[in-house]
């Protein structure tokens, strides 16, 4: 049985199931969106608390070996959960003025953030397939929450049918490994001895079922659909807390059940990265929805973090994670301002040609965007910056020098587009006489929280490799 | 012996899956889908996991057809006609389904008399109930928690997505 002191090493896992179930009564009994809102975010932030002293305590393993703790995970968790909670912030603003204010949302959000969690803890395949499973059907559902939008039901649907065309590939792919090695347990899987045909298709399966989860070319075509139909918000939560889960587990499976066969598999994440910076950027670069550009861009991002995994190595993986952490930060931002301006009636505010003269109308909004976009480029001194440079430089160091060449040029090309909105937005003259309503005190702050936080750790990138740096001195 | 009937079996799954797909009958379609879970119950069968078997045909070969045939036949009378007319596809798939539950009926009596042969003695003891039990309630017991939180995210999902007025919930 488990032991009380188990159940602390997945405390927060706990604390967010037990909050789905809570803001789901609450929501059957009450049926007020305001206190699910409240309710969530509480939760959410204790959650977040939990994970950020996780990071400082013991690593190990738990529950029988199924689940890992501390360390990496201790990190996934906080990705996660600030995600979440920056997510559930900006969306009840959104949501009320976009009249999809309802309560199951926050349960979805939670529910889908559970999954999440329990991705980012797993150390057996089992678990790692429960958790995509309950991340994923709550991101369906979310996605097709606008019914009477026509986009919102598309991206709905086309993430379902393709997802679960995905989880067939995972799932057939654990079949197989199981198989092969006798075991879900990531250890064990390590120690496979014989890898025979079964081996090898085991995992390249499970390699297609994470590049379709982390959006990578040739399985990134839902990404755009689904982002640009998904509510603004919501696509914010899947595009920052669901792929930094996918990448955090797609780390641990790497580095724990294959590293044996890690110079087989850095081949093939060799090309998907190639493939993935470049035709991420490209199609970002001809996009006018700017819903469409962030997830084209958010493509090319998965790029960039895929040559820290193709590297390796464990300054690779440790980059990698804070590259996630700025990845993480700065989308949220961009997407929530994005937001701000689509509640606005009368025009479409995805187009970036309607974002003509809008950085004047409510300068603090312009100038965040800026600050994302800035850090999305790569710009010092915002995180983003560090992070591609951890990235690059960890790959150097393992001699992938032409995939940073590509990266490096990949990224150069992508200051186009990011920059073509904030021209929109500050050189142009504004066409319409919209007025540009203030946005809540909440929604200002914590956009300005992120925006600091980018700065922060742009500026002062030391505090955070350090502790991640920590976590790879622990051999499994 | 043992290799002919996966083949059987694995063949025949394989081509009711494909019978699922292509065919345009819905309830033909469901009636292949039958036939491709109890084909695969036969392979669970072969692999001497009995218990999955039984569960195998008993859930999706029973009560979640039946749901499916139910959904089919409230939502989609047009095509009657078209169903009448397929006649013969329907007793094929009948002498089919006969065909397996006699081979399981079979199965049960010869295991029952002691003529089937040997697999092999771990692999018996991994189908009983008390192995599964056992796995699922010691060392997975943490996965099969999980799984109600995914299940009950699953049904407020789906009445979520059915709901027919969302907009009467809102401003509440």
């Known amino acids: 049985m488990e032991s009380a002191n188990e159940l602390l090493t997945i405390l927060p896992l706990i604390i967010i199931g037990a909050a789905g179930l809570f803001v789901m009564m609450l929501d059957a009994f009450t049926g007020s969106a305001r206190l699910a809102y409240l309710a969530t975010i509480l939760f959410s932030a204790a959650a977040l608390?939990?994970?950020?002293?996780?990071?400082?305590?013991?690593?190990?393993?738990?529950?029988?070996?199924?689940?890992?703790?501390?360390?990496?995970?201790?990190?996934?968790?906080?990705?996660?959960?600030?995600?979440?909670?920056?997510?559930?912030?900006?969306?009840?603003?959104?949501?009320?003025?976009?009249?999809?204010?309802?309560?199951?949302?926050?349960?979805?959000?939670?529910?889908?953030?559970?999954?999440?969690?329990?991705?980012?803890?797993?150390?057996?395949?089992?678990?790692?397939?429960?958790?995509?499973?309950?991340?994923?059907?709550?991101?369906?559902?979310?996605?097709?929450?606008?019914?009477?939008?026509?986009?919102?039901?598309?991206?709905?649907?086309?993430?379902?049918?393709?997802?679960?065309?995905?989880?067939?590939?995972?799932?057939?792919?654990?079949?197989?490994?199981?198989?092969?090695?006798?075991?879900?347990?990531?250890?064990?899987?390590?120690?496979?001895?014989?890898?025979?045909?079964?081996?090898?298709?085991?995992?390249?399966?499970?390699?297609?079922?994470?590049?379709?989860?982390?959006?990578?070319?040739?399985?990134?075509?839902?990404?755009?659909?689904?982002?640009?139909?998904?509510?603004?918000?919501?696509?914010?939560?899947?595009?920052?807390?669901?792929?930094?889960?996918?990448?955090?587990?797609?780390?641990?499976?790497?580095?724990?059940?294959?590293?044996?066969?890690?110079?087989?598999?850095?081949?093939?994440?060799?090309?998907?990265?190639?493939?993935?910076?470049?035709?991420?950027?490209?199609?970002?670069?001809?996009?006018?929805?700017?819903?469409?550009?962030?997830?084209?861009s958010s493509i090319a991002h998965a790029g960039y973090i895929m040559i820290g995994l193709a590297a390796g190595t464990d300054a690779a993986y440790s980059a990698v994670l804070f590259y996630l952490f700025a990845y993480t930060l700065m989308n949220i931002g961009a997407f929530g301002i994005v937001a701000y301006y689509e509640w606005h009636k009368g025009y479409d505010f995805t187009e970036v040609s309607n974002y003509s003269g809008l950085g004047f109308k409510q300068p603090i909004m312009g100038v965040l965007m800026s600050v994302f976009l800035f850090s999305m480029v790569g710009i010092p001194p915002f995180a983003g910056f560090i992070g591609k440079y951890r990235v690059f430089a960890a790959a150097v160091d393992e001699g992938l020098i032409s995939l940073v060449i590509v990266g490096v040029l990949a990224s150069a090309a992508s200051v186009y587009y990011y920059l073509r909105v904030l021209v929109h937005l500050f050189m142009k003259e504004s066409e319409n006489g919209i007025v540009l309503s203030r946005p809540g005190t909440l929604y200002t702050a914590s956009l300005l929280i992120l925006a600091a936080l980018t700065i922060f750790f742009g500026i002062n990138p030391g505090v955070l490799t350090d502790l991640l740096g920590s976590f790879w001195t622990v051999q499994y | 012996m043992e290799t002919y009937i996966f083949i059987l079996f694995a063949t025949l799954a394989v081509a009711a899956a494909v019978g699922m797909i292509t065919s345009r009958n819905t309830v033909n379609s469901a009636l292949f889908l039958v036939l491709n879970l109890i084909s695969v119950a036969g392979i669970f069968l072969l692999l001497k996991a009995q218990f999955l078997a039984v569960i195998q045909v008993l859930v999706y070969g029973g009560a979640i057809m039946v749901l499916f045939l139910f959904v089919i036949m409230l939502l989609n009378l047009s095509d009657e006609e078209q169903m009448l007319s397929k006649f013969s596809v329907r007793y094929a798939v009948g002498f089919f389904l006969g065909v397996i539950v006699l081979s399981q009926l079979l199965y049960v009596i010869a295991s029952v008399t002691g003529t089937l042969p040997r697999i092999h003695p771990e692999m018996e003891a991994v189908g009983t109930v008390e192995t599964i039990g056992d796995a699922l309630f010691n060392i997975y017991m943490l996965p099969v928690l999980v799984t109600a939180i995914l299940l009950t995210a699953a049904v407020v999902g789906a009445l979520l997505l059915a709901q027919r007025n969302i907009s009467g919930k809102v401003n509440k």
């Not at chain 1, 994970?51 to 968790?77: C, K, N, Q, R």
């Open chain 1, 49 to 296: 608390a939990v994970a950020v002293s996780d990071l400082f305590g013991p690593m190990g393993e738990s529950f029988h070996g199924l689940i890992t703790y501390g360390g990496t995970s201790s990190f996934g968790m906080v990705l996660v959960m600030t995600g979440t909670l920056f997510s559930v912030i900006l969306s009840r603003d959104y949501l009320e003025k976009t009249g999809m204010h309802i309560a199951e949302v926050y349960s979805m959000i939670l529910f889908a953030a559970f999954g999440m969690l329990l991705l980012v803890s797993s150390n057996n395949l089992v678990t790692l397939f429960l958790g995509i499973e309950t991340m994923s059907i709550s991101l369906y559902v979310l996605a097709g929450l606008v019914k009477n939008h026509k986009k919102s039901v598309e991206a709905a649907l086309k993430y379902f049918l393709l997802g679960a065309f995905a989880t067939g590939f995972l799932l057939y792919g654990i079949a197989l490994l199981y198989g092969a090695s006798g075991s879900t347990f990531l250890v064990d899987i390590a120690a496979t001895e014989d890898k025979g045909m079964i081996y090898w298709a085991g995992v390249g399966l499970l390699l297609v079922g994470f590049f379709f989860k982390i959006s990578a070319v040739p399985f990134h075509m839902w990404t755009p659909d689904v982002y640009q139909g998904a509510p603004t918000t919501i696509t914010a939560f899947m595009a920052t807390a669901s792929k930094a889960a996918a990448f955090v587990a797609f780390i641990l499976v790497l580095s724990r059940a294959l590293p044996d066969a890690r110079a087989d598999w850095s081949d093939v994440i060799w090309l998907f990265a190639l493939l993935t910076m470049v035709v991420g950027n490209i199609l970002a670069l001809v996009q006018d929805n700017v819903k469409r550009m962030l997830a084209y």
